[in-house]
């Protein structure tokens, strides 16, 4: 009935139609379909197999429930195992109710009772009455998928193999025959996927499940061994069953799509901040801060808590190692009080010793507290710790899945990281995840150590590559500048010395300076001393010789009147008043006849 | 084929045989279900009516189910395969499946004695 939806299937052309993709039946197990490329082939069996209590059954029932609930898909569950009753309850936990379900005919579930006692054989048969029973239920709310759960109960109750095998191949081209979409499940047997090979009737599509103990914690895990004409993912991905079901966790399919943000988000250190450039991390990019065990790293993340709760954000801790009271306790030695927050709603932490569950249970209590709190902030504090329950691929691999969740949602992340000295291992498997690389060292000389802090990597930040000292007060953390000198970087008492050193350095420079200022002026009084004196001088003999000028002026005159006179009395040629006596004028008279 | 639980119910069945009592612990309850359109079928009714004859004393009951008008029937007794024969009287409730067509084996897998001391009598 839903085989002629193939999209993209051309009628007219069905040989050349390109790309044609199998049409599929999306599962709503979240990740599921991100695994399979968009679910399961349509109208055809896939087979779910592995050991018991893998899941298989819960698997096949979320396909049903998921299937009536979100993609309108009425389903019919054939249980040889399990009553009716006892799937109801099992499944209630995680919020399906299948009671209604079937109230509103979208579900059928039809226990099948098979004897413990097997079957008397005395001739031939068929199984005419499973497939009467099965036709039945289809029809009796329209059903396009179908889980069988397990049919190899069968092979304990009918002796005649031959005839039962022959059946089930009857079965599932009945099952395709009808166009549902059908799940079958199968347990594990010695050497192939089921214990009767059931196997070889289903070849479109092989899922197996897998239940795992290493190191003390159990990891289900599932893979797509087989899926006929469509392109699979084909590693193992951990999967588990939680309060809302089945989720597959694929590393892969989340893709590199966040949305990113250009927006900064302060430290609570106004100096990182200017380390960073321009005033912090960008909103949702990861941190990775690592050191050596008691280098403030928690204190760190802790100030970057309190600022983002400053702000009015909301931030979550999750911490591998210490308790709630503990972190709030030593925390608020150094002035970061995050009790306030706590107690505003804006702070929750999340503690728990990392050997509790497995990686991957991890990874989902955390996007499951992630999800309900909804926070700006994330701490992992130390995401070291995770090493302990897992090798380091799978925590890389774990962490790579909680930062690509994180991103997704525009969450900042604060990874702590503890290293000792030399080998910086841990933080390699998580280095290239991270946006931005704090690191925090212990400096060791004149018989202390001290702290100190650099960027090792930022991306997108002009950041600074000068290391600072890294200094807990009672105002929480401030970063001071340290000295380089021929001795190297001077951090604490060897910082204070050479800050005294220069501030003594600077006083005597300052005396000399007052010292050459005084000089100066006082040469300045000398010169100005000088300068008056000869300016006395200069005016004393500017006067006299004014004094003589106006004097010579009186002369000229004078003569001038005595020679008009004397003109006068020899009856001289009148002249021009103040015109140059003409010189034979001047002529003694009687020199003329 | 539990011997004591046979032993008894053989001779319940033979001293209300006798007396044509027909009480509830004398008779023997079969039920045949089978699927109506088909030669198995229709074999495993005959083969089942003549077995009944020639290996059951009276009194004793053979309904023929058709799956295919009683699909509550089919879901109630819990039948997958057809023909499947029921014994429900007297307990154990056994059941068979096939076309009947060994009618010693059939016996076998009911727990029921075999009459071939008394079958002569009345022949």
């Known amino acids: ?593 | 084929m539990t011997d004591g639980e046979g032993a008894d119910a053989g001779a319940d069945a033979g001293a209300d045989a006798g007396t044509d009592a027909g009480t509830d612990t004398a008779r023997v309850e079969l039920t045949l279900y089978v699927n109506g359109a088909s030669d198995l079928s229709r074999r495993a009714i005959a083969n089942a009516r003549r077995f009944c004859d020639q290996n059951l004393a009276p009194p004793f009951t053979l309904s023929v189910v058709d799956v295919h008008e009683h699909l509550d029937a089919l879901r109630e007794s819990q039948i997958l395969a057809v023909p499947t024969l029921v014994k429900s009287w007297p307990l154990p409730v056994r059941r068979l499946v096939g076309d009947l067509s060994r009618p010693a084996r059939v016996l076998e897998a009911l727990g029921l004695p075999a009459i071939d001391d008394t079958e002569p009598a009345p022949a």
């Open chain 1, 1 to 593: 009935m839903t085989l002629t939806e193939a999209p993209g299937a051309d009628p007219h052309h069905p040989g050349i139609a390109p790309r044609r993709e199998l049409p599929k039946a999306p599962t709503g197990i979240n990740g599921l379909d991100d695994v399979t490329g968009g679910g399961l082939p349509r109208g055809r069996s896939t087979l779910v197999c592995g050991p018991a209590g893998c899941g298989k059954t819960l698997l096949a029932m979320e396909f049903l429930v998921r299937g009536a609930t979100e993609f309108d898909e009425p389903g019919v569950f054939v249980a040889f195992e399990e009553s009716r009753e006892d799937l109801i309850a099992n499944v209630a936990s995680m919020g399906f109710d299948l009671a209604q379900l079937e109230a509103d005919g979208l579900l059928v579930i039809d226990h099948v009772e098979v004897d413990g006692a097997a079957i008397e054989d005395t001739g031939d048969w068929d199984l005419e009455g499973l497939f009467l029973r099965l036709g039945a239920a289809i029809d009796a709310v329209g059903a396009t998928r179908v889980v069988i759960d397990t049919v190899e109960t069968l092979f304990g109750t009918f002796t005649n193999t031959a005839i039962l095998r022959s059946e089930l191949r009857r079965l599932f081209a009945f099952l395709k025959a009808r166009g549902v979409t059908s799940v079958i499940t199968g347990e594990r047997g010695d050497g192939s996927l089921t214990r009767h090979g059931i196997e070889e009737y289903v070849s479109d599509c092989v899922i197996v499940l897998d239940h795992r103990v290493l190191e003390q914690t159990s990891t289900r895990r599932l893979r797509i061994l087989k899926y006929r004409g469509t392109l699979h993912e084909t590693n193992e991905y951990p999967f588990l069953i939680g309060a809302s079901g089945v989720s597959v966790l694929p590393i892969t399919s989340l893709g590199l799509r966040h949305g990113i943000s250009s927006h900064r988000v302060s430290t609570g250190v106004a100096r990182l901040d200017a380390m960073l450039g321009d005033g912090g991390f960008y909103q949702g990019s990861t941190v990775l801060v690592s050191g050596t065990a008691g280098t403030g790293k928690s204190t760190l993340a802790a100030q970057i808590c309190d600022a983002a709760c400053a702000r009015g954000e909301r931030a979550m801790y999750f911490a591998f190692e210490e308790s709630e009271p503990e972190i709030v306790r030593n925390m608020s030695s150094v002035g970061i009080l995050l009790q306030r927050w706590v107690d505003a709603g804006l702070l929750e932490f999340r503690c728990f010793r990392p050997k509790f569950f497995g990686l991957e249970a991890h990874l989902f209590a955390m996007q499951e507290s992630v999800t309900q709190f909804d926070p700006a902030v994330v701490v992992l504090d130390p995401v070291s710790d995770l090493l302990g329950i897992g090798n380091g691929a799978e925590v890389s691999a774990m962490v790579t899945r909680q930062v690509d969740f994180l991103k997704a949602r525009g969450i900042t992340a604060v990874l702590t990281s503890l290293n000792t000295d030399t080998e910086l291992q841990a933080d390699h498997h998580i280095a290239s995840l991270v946006d931005a690389w704090l690191l925090l060292k212990s400096e060791e000389g004149n018989g202390e150590h001290n702290r100190v802090l650099y960027v090792r990597k930022s991306r997108g930040m002009a950041n600074s590559n000068q290391i600072r000292e890294f200094l807990l007060t009672d105002q929480g953390i401030e970063l001071a500048d340290v000295y380089v000198g021929p001795q190297g970087v001077l951090t604490g008492s060897a910082r204070q010395a050479q800050e005294a050193k220069e501030r003594s350095d600077g006083t005597s420079r300052l005396e000399d300076l007052e010292q050459r200022r005084v000089n100066l002026e006082r040469r300045r009084e000398a010169v100005e001393a000088q300068t008056a004196a000869l300016w006395r001088e200069f005016e004393d003999e500017a006067d006299v010789v004014g004094r003589l000028l106006s004097h010579g002026s009186t002369g000229t005159e004078d003569r001038a009147g005595q020679r008009a006179e004397q003109g006068r009395l020899r009856k001289a040629d009148p002249t021009h008043p103040g015109r140059p006596p003409d010189p034979s004028a001047d002529e003694p008279p009687g020199t003329h006849p």
